[in-house]
Structure formats: structure tokens, C-alpha cells
Nanobody, 122 residues
Framework: QVQLVESGGGLVQSGGSLRLSCAAS????????MGWYRQGPGKQRELVAS???????DYADSVKGRFTISRDNAKNTVYLQMDSLKPEDTAVYYC????????????????WGQGTQVTVSS
């Protein structure tokens, strides 16, 4: 199995910054993509940012220019640097990883972290 452990959430004032981290462990052959989703109160879960194992990032329009995703392949860890935070960024942030557990393509699975709360006060 694969475990994703997140850290770095908290309470911050509008305009402030936070950095989230997510470390993957367990039965891992390779990690295809890693990313962050969020779910605000009364909203559906949405993609915030993702990054491939080659380092190519993708961002939701709402966070472009404010958030930066990065990845340390040696540590199986993904980071989300969040700057210029707004109250509408308040949500539970979930780490996600598409993991291949063995040499075989059929061993791929999608895994989630437990979530970390980010609250931005106005």
C-alpha cells in the first residue's frame, strides 16, 4: 500500500503565505503525478495544482501567479507554496498521487492524503 502524509496547514491572514508538504511512502516503483486538491465549505473538491515526475506543473486559473508547486523525486515529496492568500482559498487541502507500485503498468493506483485545513482570515 501507499500512504500520503500532509503537513503545513493552518490559519493565516489575507495576503499571507503557507507552505504545504506531502510525503509518499510504502510500495512505490514510481510516482507519475503528484498534486493538490481542495474542498471549501459547501463546494466540490477541485484541482489546485499538479506536477509530473518530469517537473511539468499545471495550475487552476484561480491560483496562477500565487501558488507554486514543486516536487522532490528523491524524497517522494510534493510541496505547495501558497502566497498572497485570499479568504476564498480557505479549504481542506488534499494531497493526491498517481503511483505505480511495481514494474507493471496495471499496478497503478490513485492515492489520497487525509487532508489539511487552510484557513485565511480577512
Amino acid at each position: 500500500q501507499v500512504q500520503l502524509v500532509e503537513s503545513g496547514g493552518g490559519l493565516v491572514q489575507s495576503g499571507g503565505s503557507l507552505r504545504l508538504s506531502c510525503a509518499a511512502s510504502g510500495s512505490i516503483f514510481s510516482i507519475i503525478t503528484m498534486g493538490w486538491y481542495r474542498q471549501g465549505p459547501g463546494k466540490q473538491r477541485e484541482l489546485v495544482a499538479s506536477v509530473t515526475n518530469g517537473g511539468t506543473p499545471d495550475y487552476a486559473d484561480s491560483v496562477k501567479g500565487r501558488f507554486t508547486i514543486s516536487r522532490d523525486n528523491a524524497k517522494n515529496t510534493v510541496y505547495l507554496q501558497m502566497d498572497s492568500l485570499k479568504p476564498e482559498d480557505t479549504a481542506v487541502y488534499y494531497c493526491n498521487a498517481l503511483v505505480q507500485r511495481t514494474y507493471w503498468y496495471t499496478s497503478r493506483g490513485n492515492y489520497w492524503g487525509q487532508g489539511t485545513q487552510v484557513t485565511v482570515s480577512s
